[in-house]
């Protein structure tokens, strides 16, 4: 049996290591160049679907628990309408970020085929862990994903509460502070938040 | 027969009486009848300047000064114990919460918030623009000393 597999590895590799006899050099350069726009746009578009909201809450997982509670806050409805979708928070837009990040979604998968947090109490007794997660992530990137709209060299701090100018003029602007520091628990539900920085 | 008349004739005064209230009476609905949809109010706005109001009596609640749109207040977290609790009072400048938030109904010193002060909007409400539907005649304690204060002896 491995004497088969390795006469035929051995005879593809001969036939990639010799030069075509039949195709033309321009044939086989306009071919791998057309091919490997096909293959890298069809690998791309395959990934941004994976970004989509209709992927994300394509799991009961994700609908009926974190996008349910997504709904009532104002990254979903407000004024002006513009809204964030799970990706815009959750997964860096820089490509190889993006790729390191959807490598490590990976175990959601697994989450999902082994039913990990397939009830609301799995889910809830899980939602610490998952949180914390989510804010060593953001903590770690300085808030990146929250920053992608909320850029703090536009912010003007005459148009914010006093409060919120105090707070953003000072240890957001010094680095002594990340918007995650703050601004927990604003999209989704939180929980027990005994023992966690910042909270009583 | 004499019961159905006196049945009758109850329920006619209930009806007449009920009817010329309803007219003095001023509701939400702005005296539509009940098959048309009166037009809501337009919602207020929360004010949100972080200024000090003044409490209206030594003991009254002081009101939020600030939106608490979002803040959950439940088992899990109490935002605005984020800010205004003892240990964080120092970090955020905002005003601790009394010390009687951190007394049972005894009197004893506890060494966090007590149960019954957590829910904080059960006293504590952000005020808005809206106009109120009754003027409130409520007279401050001062002015009502003075009065009584200035007016002769007899």
């Not at chain 1, 989510?134 to 703090?152: G, V």
């Amino acid at each position: 049996m491995f004497a088969k597999l390795k006469n035929t590895l051995v005879h593809y590799w001969g036939v990639l290591r010799r030069p075509a006899v039949h195709y033309s050099l321009g044939f086989l350069v306009m071919g791998g160049f057309i091919a490997g726009i096909i293959f890298w746009g069809g690998f791309n578009t395959a990934m941004e679907a994976t970004n989509s909201e209709a992927f994300c809450t394509g799991c009961h997982e994700m609908e009926t628990n974190v996008y349910a509670e997504l709904k009532g806050t104002i990254h979903f409805t407000n004024r002006s309408g513009v809204r964030a979708i799970c990706s815009d928070c959750h997964v860096p837009h820089e490509w190889t970020a993006k790729m390191a990040r959807k490598m490590q979604a990976s175990k959601e998968v697994w989450g999902k085929i082994f039913g990990t947090i397939d009830t609301r109490e799995k889910f809830l007794d899980k939602r610490l862990e998952l949180a914390q997660h989510e804010w060593a992530r953001l903590k770690a990137n300085d808030s990146l994903e929250c920053r992608n709209c909320h850029n703090f060299d536009y912010m003007d701090f005459t148009r914010q509460s006093k409060r919120a100018a105090e707070q953003h003029s000072t240890s957001l602007a010094s680095g002594e502070k990340t918007c995650i520091d703050c601004h927990k628990g604003i999209a989704h539900e939180l929980p027990d938040m005994e023992g966690v920085e910042g909270w009583q | 027969m004499k019961k159905l008349t006196t049945a009758v004739i109850v329920s006619l005064s209930v009806l007449v009486t009920g009817a010329v209230f309803a007219q003095n009476t001023a509701t939400l609905r702005h005296g539509l009848s009940i098959e048309q949809d009166a037009e809501p109010d337009r919602m207020p706005v929360v004010q949100n300047d972080d200024i000090k109001r003044k409490r209206s009596y030594p003991m009254q609640p002081p009101t939020i000064p600030h939106k608490i749109d979002g803040y959950r207040v439940d088992t899990n977290s109490n935002k605005c114990l984020s800010c205004h609790s003892r240990n964080l009072s120092s970090d955020t400048q905002a005003p601790m919460v009394s010390v009687t938030h951190y007394m049972d109904r005894d009197g004893n010193f506890l060494a966090s918030v007590s149960p019954r002060r957590y829910f904080c909007s059960q006293c504590h409400v952000v005020q808005t623009n809206a106009k109120p539907h009754v003027e409130s005649d409520f007279v401050d304690l001062d002015d009502l000393l003075k009065a009584a204060q200035s007016k002769p002896k007899e």
